[in-house]
Nanobody, 111 residues
Framework: VRVVESGGGLVQPGGFLRLPCAAF????????MRWYRQAPGKEREFVAA????????YYEDSVKSRFTITRDNDKNMVYLEMNNLEPEYAAVYYC?????YGQGTQVAVSK
C-alpha cells in the first residue's frame, strides 16, 4: 500500500490549492480515504474523509466551508481542494488510508 501526495506550495491569504493523492497497491474503490495535517509544534489532526461506497464526506469543523474532498476511482486518486486559505491552514498535509500515510506535502500561506 502506498499513497503519494503532491500539489503543495506557497499561496497568498485567500488563495486556492488542490492537493492530489495517488494510491497504489490496493483496490482503491474499496476503501475510505482521509486527509490529515500537521502544523509546526502541533500534533497531526484529521482534516477530511471520503467513504468508499457511498462516497460520503466528513470534515473537521474549521474547514467545512473552505475544503472539499473528492475521489476518482478510475484514476485511483483522492483530492483535497482548499479555498480561501489563511495562515492558520499552513501545515504538512498527509493522505491516508487506515494506518498508511504518504510523505506529506507542505502548504504555506503568506503574503
Amino acid at each position: 500500500v502506498r499513497v503519494v501526495e503532491s500539489g503543495g506550495g506557497l499561496v497568498q491569504p485567500g488563495g486556492f490549492l488542490r492537493l492530489p493523492c495517488a494510491a497504489f497497491g490496493f483496490t482503491f474503490s474499496d476503501y475510505a480515504m482521509r486527509w490529515y495535517r500537521q502544523a509546526p509544534g502541533k500534533e497531526r489532526e484529521f482534516v477530511a474523509a471520503i467513504g468508499a461506497n457511498p462516497p460520503s464526506t466528513y470534515y473537521e469543523d474549521s474547514v467545512k466551508s473552505r475544503f472539499t474532498i473528492t475521489r476518482d476511482n478510475d484514476k485511483n486518486m483522492v483530492y483535497l481542494e482548499m479555498n480561501n486559505l489563511e495562515p492558520e491552514y499552513a501545515a504538512v498535509y498527509y493522505c491516508n488510508r487506515d494506518v498508511y500515510y504518504g510523505q506529506g506535502t507542505q502548504v504555506a500561506v503568506s503574503k
